[in-house]
């Protein structure tokens, strides 16, 4: 699997910016990542870093991964398809989140098409059109992936026709492609039981070269649930063998990988505490073999600090 692109959700903070993702990816095994910007639920955003942006820089070529297979998640709580009072804060927003995956050299940006909170699908759609439109121009160089969605509440993109109709109304089609989310298809009503046919389907709706990311996660919920909860790889609903088949389909083959998997719990002197269980899912996928002790051995390897 030379050209498998593997890495997790890893976080950004104010003090070490990129180069404390790097470090983090780098700790789980993994060459490429993705992250947020600040807290995934608030638009509070600190100023770049350059010198931190440049020594990041360094250490992903020292350690061959590929700034272009790297991803940022624009926050969740952006949401373009309800034209209410925060329509256009949302868009200035957006925009300036742009700025910033620019600045840090990033091309990927993964993004929920959003809500439209009892608008309707259709007026949803529109309105996410008309706000693409408006925050991307002719100077744009980072790449929106419109992430599929489980179809909780009145989430906009639960169908593969839905995001096909917002990329059909792009004024820079070649700027906006898609980011598919394993366990949200699943919740959706997609089946990954069959890959083939759904890379069929996907690319008869949408087009396979319009995938620029993957999310991969198992989920713990029924297939058509439309839940949205994640699961650790290979223990959720979905399971090992359909997560590994899309992981190394030939046609897959080049888009980042990106896992999305609840951390791992643990009671540590009557206190709750939680671990990343990246490192081990990593291993597992390229060792392309089932970890019947996948949470014990999270368990047993954060013990010791
Ligand atoms: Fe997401
Ligand atoms: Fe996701
Ligand atoms: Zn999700």
Not at 9 to 38: C, D, I, K, P, W
Not at 87 to 92: C, D, N, P, V
């Amino acid at each position: 699997m030379e050209e498998l692109y593997i890495g997790s959700h890893v976080s950004f903070q104010r003090n070490e910016q990129l180069l404390g993702s790097v470090v983090e990816a780098l700790s789980y095994g993994a060459n490429t990542f993705m992250f947020y910007t600040g807290a995934p639920q608030n638009t509070a955003r600190a100023s770049i870093d350059l010198e931190l942006t440049s020594l990041a820089h360094k250490l992903m070529k020292e350690n061959n991964i590929d700034i272009q297979k790297v991803v940022v998640h624009a926050p969740y709580i952006i949401n373009l398809a309800n034209d209410n009072d925060k329509y256009e804060f949302a868009i200035r927003f957006l925009k300036e989140e742009i700025a910033r995956v620019e600045m840090l050299g990033v091309e990927l940006l993964v993004l929920h098409p959003g809500s439209h909170v009892g608008l309707g699908s259709e007026k949803g759609l529109e309105n996410i059109i008309q706000a693409l439109n408006i925050v991307i121009d002719s100077k744009t160089n980072v790449k929106i992936c419109l992430e599929t969605m489980a179809g909780k509440g009145s989430e906009c993109g639960k169908t593969f026709e839905e995001i096909a109709l917002i990329l059909k109304g792009m004024n820079y089609p070649d700027k906006v492609g898609v980011c598919l989310d394993t366990c949200h298809i699943h919740d959706a009503g997609y089946s990954l039981q069959n890959l083939e046919d759904l890379l069929t389907q996907f690319d008869n709706i949408i087009g396979l070269s319009k995938l620029w990311v993957l999310h991969i996660n198992d989920s713990k919920n029924e297939k058509g649930s439309h839940k949205d909860r994640h699961e650790n790889f290979g223990i959720g609903n979905i399971g090992f063998e359909n997560l590994m088949n899309i992981i190394k389909h030939p046609k897959l083959k080049g888009i980042p990988k990106i896992l999305e998997t609840p951390y791992v719990s643990m009671a540590d002197n009557l206190k709750e505490k939680i671990y990343p269980p990246y490192k081990f899912e990593i291993e597992m996928i390229k060792n392309r073999k089932w970890n019947h002790n996948l949470i014990e051995d999270i368990r047993n390897y954060y013990k010791k600090d």
